[in-house]
């Protein structure tokens, strides 16, 4: 049985003029995770944040799975959904980002997936195991800056 988690900040994107915004709202749904298409994997505890981006990215036109901690993450991968690019958050139950960033570089058929860090307690300066460094965001989120990582690499 999982421990209660502290309650977290409701999930903002910062716009490039600074301004806190919701993020923009789905134009349609790619997929929810339970498809065999994934381009994106998004990994994150706080169910409102998952959500968040998993709809920003969908109505884009990206599909996604999704998943709460690392452990569902790695069992996702194992299972053959090899996305484009991972996108996760360190500070999670069960198994952290930093352990999933460990993990996947320790496994020569994981280590090539571009991973792409998104968190609001991390030290810029300590940094968890990335082969595939697909970029660093602080909460909020720059949410233009995201989507130009997304396209790079879930092409």
Not at 18 to 36: C, F, V, Y
Request: charged residues 30%; negative net charge.
């Amino acid at each position: 049985m999982q421990s209660p988690q502290p309650p977290t900040e409701r999930f903002r994107f910062a716009s490039p003029e600074g301004r806190q915004t919701d993020p923009p709202r789905a134009r349609g749904r790619a997929d929810d995770g339970t498809g065999l298409d994934c381009r994106v994997l998004v990994v994150e505890d706080d169910a409102a944040t998952l959500e968040a981006v998993a709809e920003l990215l969908e109505g884009e036109g990206v599909s996604v799975c999704k998943a709460h901690n690392g452990w569902e993450a790695l069992e996702l991968l194992r299972r053959g959904r090899v996305p484009g690019l991972i996108i996760v958050d360190l500070m999670m139950p069960v198994m952290d980002g930093w352990e999933l960033c460990r993990r996947i570089a320790d496994d020569e058929d994981l280590a090539p997936i571009p991973i792409a860090v998104v968190t609001a307690a991390a030290a810029v300066g300590r940094m968890p195991v990335r082969r595939n460094d697909a970029g660093f965001f602080i909460k909020p989120v720059d949410y233009r800056h995201l989507l130009e990582v997304v396209r790079r690499y879930s092409q």
